[in-house]
């Protein structure tokens, strides 16, 4: 099929081990395909617009929005019961709490005509979540084939490695498929495959060139590259359209837009301003250091005593409990103070800010433990607005 | 009550709803505290009226210092998902929609998040997804596929038009966002979180959402929340609003330094409100709370209260006291200060002629009016002086300095003569600036004194811009000479220096300038003294300053660890029953079993023996009975008694007096004074 190669790019012996697996519609498949990989290296996509373009029958299912089996199974029967009743359009909703109903539902609901002689796809992606599901279920999707009799294949898509599901008690090994990443060749002609369509498609990949050229060192995921292609594009072009530069001008282009993405490397990639933001910028044509990022903001504000326990806290958990006469025998001054000062309800709220957290179990209600969790700048600089030396009573800078 | 059930087991009984309310009127409460119940009804409907108008200026302030976060916050909003309403299909445009538009807040006060919430649940649309979205968790189906059909629906449903009320908002969206709001972000489990970003940043395109989340701390939080992946799909946009020392101040400014209201507080009682503000909490809605507190407890304890309102109805008031207030009055000390310091037959008359007291009375009122309108001015413009002074000897903050102002008379204290020996070393265009500034001050009031005062400071600022053109004369005469000075070298140079020196340690030429720094200071100095006068100072100030700090103390900061131990240790001051009345160190046998272990625990080390402390308990209880060993029942009596021990002992358990410990057999731990 030849449009197939305009639709997934660099993906042709992934496409063709999958359709040879496939087979016809009516022959039985491999009982289940285990596909991974890393983040955006195109296990959905293909999956996807494999069965899409093929017109298999499927069900895709996204295991984090089914956080119970139940959800899962339903999902799975609905879509199904929807794919067989398309045509006469009644659709009811299938109710379905453990594995053993769902086999039975499944053979019921694959009884229809359209579905009886070609085989089911149910692709399950971030197949990973399965694993905090009850211990059936994974061994029970491998062999969904032989459990109900059927003509059908599950997908599993993950980013984990095969060896990281297998139980311990064996299962039914799938057919194991690895998607490698992308190489900087693969990233420039998927990249450069969708280019606006006011623009030459040699002008984008010059662009895609550089952006490359910037980003790749520190980001080789696909879809994170192509939001920061759209967004810096408009920059790319401002010479062209202002009329300063041709197409064609490439040195002078390069030189406007290197440092453009240098800063965006530091912002909008990081996630320190958003990309709204950025954009605004852009148009505005403002310098993007007077935009304060999400991490300038580290001042919090804490009420006197508050600030006190937080410190002792940070001692309490950095200085080992024998050296405790060592620092506090000589000095009698605040720290002593500050350990009478212990009331719950402000612990607690320090727990809810995160800057203590509960260690030991949840259940142990006579004596909780904490531990303060802040870094130590953090701590110096809550100290230093107290007036407390803090480095002093730390034993790590003894 | 008894159960159907054969199982044994806790069963939660609910009280019965119909108890009937007893309802006593509130104003009768006012009555019962103290024996003078004089006017009571009259000093509670003051007391809410004051209250009533404090709290509408707290409301309307807090809205305005919220107005501007609020309004680019629904700016935000309506502008997050234009995109998704134009259903433009521009390039890139699907990429960019992948983001879930987010809003993080930093703030201290949570009902603003209340507020916003109100305003878009009138977009109507909200308010249907409330609703269902209980219906969905009755069913378990809580899947995005269901809600994003679900909204769909809905989105459909109100496309055909349904005439009426809230729709003006959201009938112009075509597909109104889903705004879902997080608060205390902190508090959410991680995994939920990113879980949950991950499934709607993928239905995104059929299901508009926009989260808005509540950060108390700084945003870094996000980051540490939510790894690369997730938080790549939030497209972050930070609002912060005012701190909450800023707030506080606003609220000072407007509630204690005005003379909107008439109900004043002590040095003492405004030190517990701010430290407790500072120290404890940072909770505005508390700071509040305890003035309202002092207010009520004001109104409640001083009789004479009943004068604390406006001037024209506290006059009238004035002409209907009875004798009995009439005497309250001459009882004031403050009062009683006054009348010393009257002539003879004034004294008199205001001692024994009830007419010429209720004038003298009124008379004092307004004055006391005057007094404070002078002193909030002058209390501005003092700190408009020391605010900016190198080290802050008189505070930051002028909430600082009002405390001090009312606590003593300022000049003789060392940081106000510090703060006057800086402010004789300022710059000119510092000074008027300063100036200016309090010529602002003054001029917004109408007060006639003062009036003279705001034209003394004109003049001094002309002089001061006088000065300035006489300096350019001069400059222009003596530019030659300093230049040459500039070229010569630095023997030259030094030797100069020294001799400037030496001309202004005699002191004998001070400059223009300097003449006219010293009026200034001297000028403010005596401001001060003349009406910065600690309210002490003033007769009748017990009638509007609150001053019971301790009573607030009692009410606000509440030590339970005593309380209890009072409790404990001294019955009957809680139960008032005379049979209980005991000598220091002495335990009654008729005190509560608690009481009564509670007491002999107090005399142990760290471990408790339980056979001695039973014993001991045993002879305390049965201390005044009569001894009948012969009789039949002692037996069952010593179980009795025995059993009490073991409860009084659980009791002291429970509330975290003892503990048992493994370290020895039949022992127990104390965990308290002295304890482990």
């Known amino acids: 099929m030849p449009h197939f190669e305009n639709v997934v790019l660099c993906r042709e012996s992934q496409v063709s081990t999958l359709r040879s697996l496939f087979g016809e519609r009516h022959h039985f498949s491999f009982p289940s395909i285990f596909i991974y990989g890393h983040t955006a290296s195109g296990k959905t996509y293909v999956t996807q617009t494999l069965l899409k373009t093929l017109e298999l029958p499927h069900v895709f299912v996204n295991c984090v929005e089914c956080f119970t089996l139940r959800l899962l199974l339903e999902q799975i029967l609905n879509k199904l019961n929807h794919l067989s009743s398309s045509e006469d359009g009644c659709f009811t909703q299938i109710t379905c709490d453990t594995f053993n109903d769902f086999v039975r539902l499944f053979k019921q609901v694959t009884k229809a005509k359209n579905l009886k002689d070609q085989t089911i796809y149910i692709v399950l992606d971030k197949a990973e979540y399965l694993r905090d599901m009850e ?36 299962c039914f090994e799938p057919f194991v498929l690895y998607f490698p990443d992308y190489s900087i060749g693969n990233l420039q002609k998927i990249l450069s495959h969708d280019h606006p369509p006011e623009y030459s498609a040699d002008f984008y990949a010059a662009y895609i060139n550089i952006l490359l050229g910037v980003f790749y060192t520190v980001c080789r995921d696909l879809k994170e590259l192509s939001h920061l292609a759209v967004l810096n594009f408009p920059k790319y072009c401002e010479p062209v359209v202002k009329g300063e530069a041709s197409e064609r001008d490439t040195r002078k282009l390069w030189r406007n837009i290197e440092p453009h993405l240098k800063k965006a490397m530091q912002t909008v990639y990081l996630r320190e301003i958003s990309s709204s933001q950025w954009e605004k910028l852009q148009k505005d044509d403002a310098d993007p250091g007077q935009l304060e990022g999400l991490s300038t903001y580290t001042h919090v504000e804490l009420p006197y005593y508050s600030k006190f326990i937080l410190i002792a806290a940070y001692l309490a958990s950095y200085n080992p409990a024998r050296t405790d ?32 957290t509960l260690v030991g179990h949840d259940d142990q209600l006579d004596g909780p433990k904490y531990k303060c969790t802040v870094s130590l700048d953090f701590i110096r600089a809550i100290a230093r607005t107290v007036n407390f030396d803090i480095i002093k009573y730390l034993y790590d800078f003894l | 009550m008894a159960t159907s059930s054969v199982s044994k087991g806790c069963f939660v009984f609910k009280p019965n709803l119909k108890k009937r309310k007893t309802s006593v009127p509130i104003e009768e409460y006012f009555n019962k505290g103290k024996n003078e119940s004089e006017d009571s009804k009259l000093r509670f409907e003051t007391y809410q009226l004051i209250w009533q108008q404090m709290k509408s200026e707290t409301e309307q302030l807090q809205e305005e210092l919220n107005k501007n976060l609020f309004d680019s916050l629904i700016k935000f909003l309506q502008k997050s998902h234009s995109g998704f309403q134009k259903n433009s299909r521009d390039w890139g445009c699907q990429i960019k929609l992948r983001e879930i538009p987010t809003a993080a807040l ?81 508090s959410f489990t991680t995994k939920v979180l990113q879980d949950f970003i991950i499934v709607s940043s993928q239905h995104l395109h059929e299901f508009p959402l926009i989260l808005i989340f509540g950060i108390a701390t700084s945003p870094i939080i996000i980051h540490r929340l939510l790894p690369h992946a997730v938080s790549s799909l939030l497209c972050i946009e930070i609002f912060q609003s005012l701190s909450c020392k800023e707030h506080l101040t606003t609220v000072f400014d ?102 010429f007291l209720k004038e003298e009375t009124q008379s004092l009122l307004e004055n006391l009016q005057v007094y404070h309108t002078n002193y909030f001015l002058i209390l501005r413009c003092l700190h408009q002086f020391t605010s900016s002074l190198p080290k802050y000897p008189l505070g930051r903050q002028i909430r600082e300095l009002y405390c001090t102002c009312l606590e003593k008379n300022i000049w003789d204290s060392e940081e106000y003569a510090s703060a006057l020996q800086l402010l004789r070393m300022l710059a000119k265009d510092e000074l008027m600036t300063i100036l200016q500034k309090c010529f602002n001050v003054l001029k917004s009031s109408s007060e006639k004194q003062l009036g003279s005062s705001a034209k003394r400071i004109e003049e001094l600022l002309a002089q001061f811009q006088s000065l300035d053109a006489e300096a350019k004369e001069e400059e222009d005469a003596s530019g030659s000479q300093s230049k040459g000075l500039q070229k010569t070298d630095l023997y030259h140079l030094q030797k100069s220096l020294l001799e400037m020196k030496e001309l202004r340690r005699t002191g004998k030429k001070q400059t223009k300038f300097e003449l006219l720094r010293e009026k200034v200071v001297n000028f403010i100095d005596g401001l001060v003294r003349e009406h910065l006068l600690p309210p002490e100072t003033q007769p009748l100030h017990e009638v509007v300053y609150f001053t019971a700090a301790h009573t607030l103390h009692e009410h606000l900061n509440a030590a339970p660890r005593i309380a209890l131990h009072t409790a404990l240790n001294n019955p009957y001051y809680y139960l008032k029953n005379e049979a209980l009345k005991s000598e220091e160190g002495c335990i009654p046998n008729v005190a509560p079993d608690i009481c009564i272990a509670y007491k002999l625990h107090l005399e142990c080390s760290r471990l408790i ?36 021990f073991i409860r009084a002992v659980s009791e002291l358990e429970l509330l975290g007096f003892v503990k048992p410990t493994k370290r020895k057999t039949d022992h127990v731990a104390r965990l308290t004074w002295g304890g482990c």
């Open chain 1, 135 to 170: 211990v059936n279920v994974l061994p029970g999707f491998l062999r969904l084939q032989e459990l109900c009799d059927r003509n059908v294949t599950v997908i599993f898509l993950s980013e984990i490695i095969w060896e990281k599901f297998r139980p311990n008690t064996g």
């Open chain 1, 325 to 356: 006469k060592r620092f506090f025998l000589k000095h009698h001054g605040k720290i002593k103070k500050t350990s009478f000062l212990k009331k719950h309800e402000k612990i607690t709220s320090l727990v809810t800010l995160q800057l203590l």
């Open chain 2, 106 to 186: 930093i703030l201290d006060m949570k009902h603003f998040l209340q507020k916003l919430c109100s305003q878009l649940m009138d977009c109507h649309v909200d308010v249907e997804s409330k609703e269902q979205e209980k219906d969905i968790q009755k069913k378990i189906h809580c899947s995005m596929d269901f809600l994003s059909s679900w909204y769909m629906n809905v989105t459909q449903k109100m496309d055909p038009g349904r005439p009426g009320k809230k729709r003006t908002s959201s009938s112009q969206w075509q597909s109104p966002p889903v705004v879902l709001i997080l608060k205390d972000m902190e």
């Open chain 2, 254 to 355: 407007k509630l204690l330094l005005t003379t909107q209201f008439p109900f004043k507080l002590s040095e003492k009682v405004l030190q517990i409100l701010i430290s407790i503000f500072l120290y404890y909490d940072f909770s505005i809605q508390n700071f509040i709370k305890g003035l309202q507190l002092s207010l009520l407890e004001h109104f409640y304890s001083q009789p004479l209260s009943v004068l604390c309102c406006n001037l024209p109805e506290a006059k009238g008031r004035i002409n209907f006291l009875s004798d009995n207030q009439c005497e309250n009055i001459r009882r004031l000390p403050s009062f009683r200060r006054y009348v010393e310091k009257q002539a003879t037959e004034k004294q008199v008359a205001l001692l024994t002629n009830e007419r």
């Open chain 2, 609 to 644: 023996n339980l056979v001695d402390w039973s014993e001991a308990f045993a002879t305390v209880v049965t201390a005044g009975e009569k001894t009948d060993a012969s009789s039949v029942t002692s037996e069952e009596r010593n179980e009795i008694i025995h059993a009490r």
